[in-house]
Each structure stands twice: as C-alpha cells, then as structure tokens.
C-alpha cells in the first residue's frame, strides 16, 4: 500500500473524521475492490465550507500542498510524510509546519524479491526509474513495461534529494 492507506490504517482511530484528496480516495476504492481493509473516509471537495473541516485530519497528494486546493481548509497546518523528511532541510524547503519520515519505496533486494514471489507474468513499472527498472526485470527474463503517469520518471522529490546532496 501507499504511504496514504498506510496513515490510514495508523491514524483511523485517533482522528474524529479523515477527509481524503481525490486521488487518494480512488486508489482506496481500488484496494477496497480487492478485499484490503481501509477506514471509511470523506472526499474532500469544493462543496464544504472550511469550517467542517476543523479538527479534521486530511490527507492529499504532494502535489496539492501549497495550492489553491488546500486553501479550502482554511487556517491550517501541513505535515509533509515522506522518506525524503530523513533529510535535513527538506521540512523547511517544502514549507510544511512538520514532517514525519515514512517511505513507500522498497529497497532494491526487497522490490526483487517481493516481484519474484508473486509469480507474475506481467510487470508494470509506474513510479521512478521506471525504463531502467523494467529493463532490469526485462533482462532477468520478465515480461516488464512501463506505464505512464501523471507523476512522470523523477518526482518533485527527487529533485530535492539532488539539492541537498549537491548544496
């Protein structure tokens, strides 16, 4: 699971009501179909007013902090939870009030293992090196490819990891 179902799970019983950006809400109704146990949760829209959401744990996408989807909350405050957060400076790049570190990639012997074991015949390279990687899986005779998303091959965080190690 993502890093978002995994709050989930974590934090279902210590908040009150859990709003949930689009996206996320989607990829849950995805592992619900496939029998994984998710918390009900509420989709956060445009058809609130900020102040039902006060008190409220929401969740969303990296991509929605500091846009004009967040502002529908009203005075807030954002924690950033990512792997990348192990990383001094990053907190205070992102502009968040608080970060928390939990990473949703394997490590590279894990992700192996974890491909071989399920004993699929198709592999779907979707989030980082995705080329690399299936041309990796490729060459260990796996039937891999990549699929495009809207997240593309380096995500936003990938360029702060380059910051930091360069700075």
């Not at 950006?21 to 989607?26: C, F, L, R, T, V």
């Not at 007013?49 to 989807?69: D, K, R």
């Not at 529908?72 to 992102?94: D, L, P, Q, T």
Request: glycine share 8%; net charge negative; charged share 25%.
């Amino acid at each position: 699971m993502g890093k978002a179902q995994r709050l989930l799970k974590a934090l279902y019983q210590s908040a009150e009501r859990i709003y949930v950006h689009g996206a996320i809400e989607n990829t849950n109704e995805i592992f619900r179909s496939q029998g994984i146990d998710l918390p009900a949760v509420y989709k956060a829209d445009n058809r609130s007013h900020p102040s039902n959401y006060a008190g409220s744990l929401v969740i969303c996408t990296p991509s929605a902090l500091g846009t004009v989807w967040t502002k529908k909350f009203g005075e807030h405050r954002e924690a950033v939870v990512s792997g990348w957060m192990a990383i001094r400076g990053i907190r205070r790049r992102r502009g968040a009030d608080t970060g928390f570190v939990l990473s949703d990639h394997a490590d590279w012997h894990g992700l192996n293992e974890a491909i071989k074991a399920t004993g699929a015949e198709n592999i779907y390279v979707t989030h980082g090196y995705t080329e690399l990687f299936a041309q990796w899986l490729r060459e260990q005779g796996l039937n891999a490819q990549t699929v495009r998303t809207e997240y593309g091959e380096e995500t936003e965080e990938t360029a702060f990891q380059t910051e930091e190690v360069t700075s």
